[in-house]
């Protein structure tokens, strides 16, 4: 068993119109239309053989903007403090993230997805397949989050986010 430090490595990058965390949106499910590009390392390309076959990919990164670490967080679609781990928010130990983007093309090295809530510049450390056969679930519990009326989570969720892409297709 190893234990301590690990020196993670980006595997890429991720780029997006977002440029404001305040103006982002909280998922991608709040994002939808909006397009994004992800560049992957020359050197693991190879990796890349096959991905194409699936509509869907988590991109899992780093929140390399998130300047601190708090235990309790505000969550943005309610008022009320929750224990980071029972929220998505970016203050987290070890300050990683994940999105389910929808994978529209594999062109080399460059993925082009959509449906992205990812600031530009984003530090890539590894993309896994969305399968359907082992990531659907029924009979869910979604905690706090049921307290959340569907209209409110989407009028907090989408946040600022205006350009001309993405918000028209919602
Ligand atoms: C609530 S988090 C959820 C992200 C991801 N879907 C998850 O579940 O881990 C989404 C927010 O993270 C912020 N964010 C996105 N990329 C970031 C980055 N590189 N550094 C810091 N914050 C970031 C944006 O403000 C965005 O609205």
Do not use: C
């Not at 070890?94 to 082009?112: A, D, P």
Request: aromatic residues 8%; without cysteine.
């Amino acid at each position: 068993m190893s234990t301590g430090r690990y020196t993670i490595e980006p595997i890429g990058h991720i780029h997006s119109p977002h440029r404001k965390p305040k103006e982002t949106p909280i998922q991608p499910v709040f994002a939808r239309g909006i397009r994004g590009t992800v560049t992957v390392e020359e050197r693991y390309a190879d990796g890349l053989l096959d991905l194409e076959g699936f509509s869907h990919i988590y991109l899992v990164y780093r929140f390399d903007r998130a300047d601190k670490v708090k235990l309790r967080v505000r969550p943005y679609l309610q008022d009320q403090e929750r224990g980071v781990f029972a929220t998505r928010a970016p203050f987290r130990p070890n300050h990683i993230g994940f999105s389910v983007v929808r994978l529209l093309s594999v062109e080399g090295t460059t993925l082009h997805v959509e449906d992205v809530d990812i600031l530009d510049g984003t530090p890539l450390l590894d993309i896994k397949p969305f399968i359907a056969r082992y990531d659907l679930r029924e009979n869910v519990r979604s905690g706090w989050q049921d307290e959340v009326a569907d209209d409110t989570a989407r009028e907090r969720g989408i946040r600022d986010y205006a350009p001309e892409q993405g918000r028209d297709q919602e």
